[in-house]
């Protein structure tokens, strides 16, 4: 915990985090706590997150989470080494392991 307050991430909030900078730094809070959840995390991890890091916003009348700082994503991202890749990388990795 640093002196803000803040719980420092874990390999599950790096891969939320990694996996929100993939889908353009920003998603509807309802489809974010659904990965929280398939990641095994609580809603409320959204707010231990360093201030400055995630945010949430109101657009268009509805809330979104949004990847304020992606250095600090890409950091956290290469200190667990965790990436999400794209559903094309996907395949080719099944084509490199057969």
């Known amino acids: 915990m640093d002196r803000k307050g803040n719980v420092r991430p874990g390999e599950k909030e790096a891969l939320f985090v990694a996996w929100l900078k993939r889908n353009s730094g920003g998603k509807k809070l309802s489809v974010c706590v659904a990965k929280l959840r398939q990641l095994g995390l609580e809603e409320d991890t959204l707010s231990s997150f360093p201030s400055g890091g995630i945010s949430i916003q109101r657009q268009y009348g509805e809330r979104f989470v ?12 290469k200190a667990y080494n965790v990436k999400v890749l794209h559903h094309a990388q996907h395949f080719k990795l099944k084509e490199e392991l057969l």
């Not at 949004?66 to 991202?77: G, I, N, Q, S």
Request: proline share 0%; with cysteine; glycine share 0%.
């Open 66 to 77: 949004c990847l304020e700082d992606r250095r600090w994503a890409d950091e956290l991202a």
